[in-house]
């Protein structure tokens, strides 16, 4: 019998053969909502309404496949089905699992999902998003120096409390960096493990500073690389202006199938585009040290 690790991650109890070594287990066995098994998994979804090079999508499941790694089947926000190819390693399983499978799980489960990496302060939710390498996760991992938690990196999952108000659910106790961020936040390389085998992209794993509980979700700030060599920030207000943007940052909405999914999300942009605070940030590559990391944290994110 294969062991079976339980943990929470977004609001749910996860019962997995995959274990995942920086997430605290569960005691005793409460029921899954999630179950991670390892088994066979079909080549093609013989119901699929959505094809793509990598990615299958039919009304009940998600197929993902990743020539010598695995194929991943989701089904009904219920089930991950793993079947790992003969050369894959446990780390890259585990890097395509959190992201984007689980992703896939959590939409099929109604979240609504943005791209980046969330903080939390004085019981305040922040969402840093953006396209990949706009320092959203270098972002986050500075925070720490100041009194922040981190909730989530990669994929941010968005509910409505029962107040109606939106609220961030924490995730994996991770911050995923590249190496050279790891050396600017003069953090210790040696001792962290690899995302995946052939990536200098490294785990940080987090224990005081994971804030494992949902927050109310206020401000969104979304980065932009450009050539400039000082930071522009833009406050958008209107409703429309920020409307595009939640829809631009959503979380692969190409693989949810059922039109009602689809309509779900558009309502949910809506209801967030009413709410947060959005700020736009373009900066340069060129910016990313310590002191200048430090003074945006204390000028923009410090209340």
């Keep these: 019998m294969k062991p079976h ?28 909502d999630v179950l991670i098994r ?17 990615f299958q999508v039919s009304h009940r499941q998600f197929l ?10 989701v089904t009904e926000g219920r089930t991950i089905l ?21 992703g896939a ?9 943005l791209n980046g990496a969330s903080v939390a302060i004085n019981n305040e939710g922040i969402i840093f998003a953006g396209q990949s390498c706009t320092g959203k996760s270098t ?58 085998r052939l990536l200098e992209k490294y785990i940080l794993p987090l224990t005081e500073r994971f804030y494992s509980e949902p927050v109310p979700f206020n401000r969104l700030y979304v980065f932009e690389m450009t050539n400039r ?14 409307l595009a943007e939640l829809s631009v940052l959503q979380f692969q909405a190409g693989y949810l199938a059922d039109p009602s999914f689809k309509a779900s999300c558009f309502r949910q942009c809506v209801n967030l585009a009413q709410k947060l605070d959005i700020n736009q940030v373009r900066w340069a590559s060129g910016f990313f040290c310590k002191d200048n990391l430090t003074s945006f944290i204390k000028e923009s994110l410090i209340k």
């Design 5 to 32: 690790y339980q943990f929470r991650a977004y609001g749910l109890t996860i019962d997995s053969e995959l274990d995942f070594p920086e997430v605290e287990g569960l005691s005793g066995t409460p029921e899954a």
């Design 38 to 54: 390892f088994g066979h998994v079909p080549e093609n979804l013989t119901d699929a309404v959505v094809k793509r090079l990598r």
């Design 64 to 73: 993902l496949t990743i020539d010598s790694i695995a194929r991943y089947l």
């Design 82 to 102: 793993i079947d790992p190819s003969n050369k894959a390693d446990h780390s890259d399983l585990r890097a395509f699992l959190l992201n984007p499978v689980l």
């Design 105 to 113: 799980l959590l939409l099929q489960r109604g979240l609504f999902l």
């Design 139 to 196: 972002l986050a991992a500075a925070c720490l120096y100041h009194e922040f938690s981190v909730l989530s990196d990669d994929i941010c999952a968005i509910t409505i409390s029962e107040a109606g108000l939106p609220q961030i659910l924490p995730g994996f106790p991770i911050l995923k960096l590249w190496s050279d961020s790891l050396k600017l936040l003069n953090i210790d390389i040696g001792q962290l493990t690899k995302q995946r």
């Design 229 to 242: 060599s000082n930071v522009e920030s833009l406050r958008i207000n209107d409703t429309v202006s920020k």
